[in-house]
């Protein structure tokens, strides 16, 4: 089966792909399902019923996910395309440990498929700027950031799967950060993750930006693996055509070799596995 478990539309305030262009065009790919998981960033970003003068990044409008407007349409292509492809309710969550609160609300709102949890900026300041990263070492930032995942998982469950769990690594000018470092943060966190029935996501991205591992790496992978972690997706974090569905089959190929045997897709929060 070809799924894509992490796409983003123009609900997501970094993308202009229509929601149903991405459908359209995922059929037109021969895709069997994919998932739709918008941003939500909240310390970052307001919602918009609260926005009173909308701030815009890049002529885009800085602000979560329109829920209301964004579940009428996705339950309404979901049926107008049953026939042709399986599309799943889900949504990225960009967390921090202060913003829990307003992601459990959320989470009792509209009924999920799919959470992907991700950590997208820590202390409310961003990767991709330098912001977190400013000011710090890098055995500070790349130790904070994992700090910051780690109580997360402690604290929150209402999640399916880590997202690109080293995502730091493709906004640090400082190069790669060794392994063996941060190797017993990253496996407490695996732990949890596993004991708690969670996974964690492939994300297909890496080819794109070119990074020279995979994401997350072949280490974590190995590690996940070793530790009995069975839940895997994948997604291509698409916000493009050129991006939908990209090297999902090759990376299917690549956890074969890392000793996986299967992947997952969802439906209502419930993972189910297919053969590698």
């Given at each position: 089966?070809?799924?894509?478990?992490h796409?983003?539309?123009?609900?997501?305030?970094?993308?202009?792909?229509?929601?149903?262009?991405?459908?359209?065009?995922?059929?037109?790919?021969?895709?069997d399902?994919?998932?739709?998981?918008?941003?939500?960033?909240?310390?970052?970003?307001?919602?918009?019923?609260e926005?009173?003068?909308?701030?815009?990044?890049?002529?885009?409008?800085?602000?979560?996910?329109?829920?209301?407007?964004?579940?009428?349409?996705?339950t309404?292509?979901?049926?107008?395309?049953?026939?042709?492809?399986?599309?799943?309710?889900?949504?990225?969550?960009?967390?921090q440990?202060?913003?829990?609160h307003?992601?459990?609300?959320?989470?009792?709102?509209?009924?999920?498929?799919?959470?992907?949890?991700?950590?997208?900026?820590?202390?409310?300041?961003?990767?991709?700027?330098?912001?977190?990263?400013?000011?710090?070492?890098?055995?500070?930032?790349?130790?904070?950031?994992?700090?910051?995942?780690?109580?997360?998982?402690?604290?929150?469950?209402?999640?399916s799967?880590?997202?690109h769990?080293?995502?730091?690594?493709?906004?640090?000018?400082?190069?790669?950060?060794?392994?063996?470092?941060?190797?017993?943060?990253?496996?407490?966190?695996?732990?949890?993750?596993?004991?708690?029935?969670?996974?964690?996501?492939?994300?297909?991205?890496?080819?794109?930006?070119?990074?020279?591992?995979m994401?997350?790496?072949?280490?974590?992978?190995?590690?996940?693996?070793?530790?009995?972690?069975?839940?895997?997706?994948?997604?291509?974090?698409?916000?493009?055509?050129?991006?939908l569905?990209?090297y999902?089959?090759?990376?299917?190929?690549?956890l074969?070799?890392?000793?996986?045997?299967?992947?997952?897709?969802?439906?209502?929060?419930?993972?189910?596995?297919?053969?590698?």
């Amino acid at each position: 089966m070809y799924c894509d478990y992490h796409v983003h539309t123009d609900y997501s305030d970094d993308s202009t792909y229509l929601i149903e262009d991405v459908i359209k065009d995922a059929i037109d790919k021969g895709i069997d399902e994919i998932c739709i998981t918008d941003h939500v960033d909240y310390g970052i970003k307001d919602d918009w019923e609260e926005v009173e003068i909308m701030i815009y990044r890049d002529g885009m409008p800085l602000a979560n996910v329109d829920y209301p407007r964004w579940e009428k349409e996705l339950t309404g292509l979901q049926q107008v395309y049953q026939d042709q492809i399986k599309i799943k309710m889900g949504m990225e969550f960009g967390m921090q440990v202060h913003t829990i609160h307003q992601y459990q609300k959320l989470f009792q709102r509209y009924p999920f498929d799919f959470i992907i949890l991700s950590v997208h900026q820590v202390e409310d300041k961003e990767f991709w700027t330098q912001d977190f990263q400013r000011g710090r070492t890098q055995q500070e930032y790349i130790e904070r950031y994992y700090q910051e995942m780690l109580e997360l998982v402690k604290i929150y469950k209402d999640y399916s799967v880590l997202g690109h769990m080293d995502l730091i690594v493709r906004y640090d000018e400082n190069g790669l950060y060794p392994f063996e470092r941060i190797k017993p943060m990253i496996q407490e966190i695996l732990k949890i993750v596993i004991e708690d029935g969670k996974g964690i996501e492939v994300n297909t991205s890496y080819h794109r930006y070119g990074l020279n591992d995979m994401t997350p790496s072949r280490d974590i992978l190995r590690l996940y693996n070793k530790l009995g972690g069975k839940i895997i997706t994948i997604g291509s974090d698409s916000h493009k055509k050129e991006h939908l569905g990209a090297y999902i089959e090759e990376t299917k190929d690549e956890l074969k070799k890392l000793g996986f045997e299967y992947y997952c897709t969802y439906e209502q929060m419930r993972p189910f596995f297919h053969k590698l």
